[in-house]
């Protein structure tokens, strides 16, 4: 194959790697939503295909988040350091879903949190700027926005309420009825402290489980 067949190939594979992560969003965004055709280009040139490795920081604490970012594949988490130096987890996402630290997103102040990549991800990013056009340019969009927004509220009344009445076992329990790959994919530190809880009870609550 010469140069110019070896770069067509390489631009194909990742044409079509790329549509297939547009497709996985606009498969969720047209399950409730009647998007135009008109739409849905908007909504393929303003999402951003982007990969990353396992461990890459996207968006670093004491920062405006730049991103809000859709997860086709792969798990992120979002973390603060304590005064003591520890890494506290406070959201584990599960793919696919969107992800970013919401409210310092929408308001564009400075977050308190870091936003990391667990394992290898492939996602679709859009800015701020780029969220506002879509949204003043399409009602559609607007609702769909509304939408992830308030899902993303009701999560964590939902995530507060289950830290306050739930044991340590349940809430465990709880997480891998919900969400069972997590186990495979997320180190179990994290898990823990997403959990409220240190690693070494995780590890005795896992034992008693699997007796």
Known sequence: MN?????????????????IMHDRLLQEMNSDFNFSSDEI??????????????????????????????????????????????????????????????????SQTRSEDHVQCITDC?????????????VSTSQTMKDFSISVFQ??????????RELSVLNAEQRYLKLIENYPEIIQNVPIQYIASFLGMKPESLSRIRKRIIK
């Open 3 to 19: 140069k110019a067949g070896f770069v067509l190939a390489i631009f194909v594979r990742y044409s079509e790697k790329y549509f």
């Open 41 to 106: 280009e908007t909504v393929k040139l303003y999402f951003e295909p982007v990969s990353y490795s396992k461990n890459t920081v996207l968006e670093e604490a004491g920062n405006i988040p730049e991103h809000l970012y859709y997860i086709v594949s792969g798990y992120l988490r979002l973390f603060y350091m304590d005064e003591g130096g520890s890494e506290i987890t406070t959201h584990i996402n599960c793919p696919p879903g969107f992800f970013t630290s919401y409210t310092h997103f929408i």
């Open 122 to 134: 492939n996602l679709l990013r859009i800015t701020k700027e780029n969220l506002d056009k879509l």
């Open 151 to 160: 899902k993303s509220i009701a999560y964590n009344e939902n995530r507060s």
